[in-house]
């Protein structure tokens, strides 16, 4: 068995990267998807700390994540698509401000 | 060497190099597919974990139905053209980067929220399917939060119809 603790340095790996991802990116779409990196980083380590502590409390948790992402990537995708409407971009840097 | 071990190895390398290819690759097709890879092997993980449940769900609703809502509005928004990678961010996410690293090894290494040992115990563990324990788990204490997240997908759905639809030019009108 491999121990659960690699599970989480996995975990952790994936999170940094995500953060990376969202600071580095431009492109909106780009940023959404660095965030389903980081859920997905938060999702191992649910299941590994259930495996090392016999408990499937985590893994109902992760039903929620999967939830929330899915909501999440509803709402942020049909956002990305009203801004691109209003202003044919999705580049962070020109998108200072709200009004269309 | 046992088999789950070389699983994690060969199923973490894969989801570590292709999450490095999602925050790299400039083409943004590029950072799907890489993330779709991610997925995958995320849930040959939970497998190997022995979430079963998890891994199923993690290729049906991730892998399947969230990347196409991606691919869909990739399709739509034409390719943005110039550096997909800011530089100057670049420098600045490496500081935060490696605290958020730090932070993230000493919780995990010194154990902070380490408190039971979960409600079932390891014999009636191996018992039960781990599917089983987790429905029992989600329809009895956990109904009202599922309840609720059923509400929020509906929300999240109306949200996005009202957000993607087109404006509609009134006929006429001043």
Redo the contacts between chains.
């Keep these: 068995?491999?121990p659960y603790?690699?599970?989480?340095?996995?975990?952790?790996?994936?999170?940094?990267?995500?953060?990376?991802?969202v600071?580095?990116?431009?492109?909106i779409?780009?940023m959404?998807?660095?965030t389903?990196?980081m859920l997905?980083a938060v999702?191992?380590a649910f299941?590994?700390f259930?495996?090392k502590?016999?408990?499937?409390?985590g893994?109902?948790f992760?039903?929620?994540i999967?939830?929330?992402?899915?909501?999440?990537?509803?709402?942020g995708?049909?956002?990305?698509?009203?801004i691109?409407r209003m202003k044919k971009?999705?580049?962070v840097?020109k998108l200072t401000e709200l009004k269309g | 060497m046992e088999l789950s071990v070389v699983a994690f190895w060969v199923l973490s390398a894969i989801a570590v190099l292709s999450a490095i290819g999602v925050v790299f690759f400039k083409n943004i097709v590029y950072s799907v597919l890489s993330l779709i890879s991610t997925l995958i092997a995320i849930s040959g993980l939970f497998f190997n974990l022995g979430a079963e449940l998890i891994g199923a769900l993690q290729i049906l609703i991730y892998a399947v139905a969230i990347v196409v809502f991606y691919v869909l509005v990739i399709s739509t928004v034409p390719q943005y053209k110039g550096e997909a990678v800011d530089p100057k961010y670049a420098l600045l996410s490496a500081p935060f980067g490696f605290i958020l690293f730090l932070e993230l090894a000493y919780v995990s290494v010194y154990g902070l929220w380490a408190s039971n040992t979960g409600i079932f115990s390891p014999d009636i563990f191996n018992q039960i399917s781990n599917a089983k324990a987790v429905a029992t788990l989600l329809f009895t204490k956990y109904l009202f939060p599922f309840e609720v997240a059923s509400l929020i997908l509906l929300v999240a759905m109306i949200g996005a119809i009202l957000l993607g639809r087109k404006e509609i030019v009134e006929e006429g009108g001043a």
């Design positions: 068995m491999v603790e690699y599970y989480v340095a996995l975990s952790g790996f994936l999170m940094v990267l995500g953060f990376i991802g600071i580095v990116r431009k492109n779409i780009a959404l998807i660095s389903e990196l997905n999702n191992i299941v590994a259930d495996m502590l016999h408990d499937v409390v893994q109902v992760v039903f929620f999967l939830t929330i992402a899915a909501a999440e990537a509803a709402i995708l049909g956002l990305i698509m009203a691109y971009d999705v580049d840097e």
